[in-house]
């Protein structure tokens, strides 16, 4: 059975760091895309951070641009979201997304598994 389990997310100041991790179980996903999403409340889920099997290729949404970072560590099955400059508006529940295939997509629709999300607060 295929597990994404994340962890790291808590309550954060404005302007403070926090580094999410995503954790997959049951196959490996070294030849595959994975990405970050993100869900505010009364909201649809939204696009975060892609990256690709190797790591050298990533894509970000306009609004984390230049400020988080996605990576991943295939020896331990697991990517990461380092946040930097955190707004009161990236407060979300962050969901970590994996494929079967290996295409950068901003689509949910693309991702085949999903794991039950980490709680990201930031307060002003």
């Known amino acids: 059975q295929v597990q994404l389990v994340e962890s790291g997310g808590g309550l954060v100041q404005a302007g403070g760091s926090l580094r999410l991790s995503c954790a997959a179980s049951g196959r490996t996903f070294s030849s595959n895309a994975m990405g970050w999403f993100r869900q505010a409340p009364r909201k649809e889920r939204e696009f975060v951070a892609a990256i690709n099997w190797s790591g050298l290729s990533t894509f970000y949404a306009d609004s984390v641009k230049g400020r988080f970072t996605i990576s991943r560590d295939n020896a331990k099955n697991t990517v990461y979201l380092q946040m930097n400059s955190l707004k009161p508006d990236d407060t979300a529940a962050y969901y970590c997304?994996?494929?079967?295939?290996?295409?950068?997509?901003?689509?949910?629709?693309?991702?085949?598994?999903w794991g039950q999300g980490t709680q990201v607060t930031v307060s002003s």
């Open positions: 997304a994996a494929q079967r295939g290996g295409v950068l997509s901003i689509l949910p629709s693309s991702y085949d598994y």
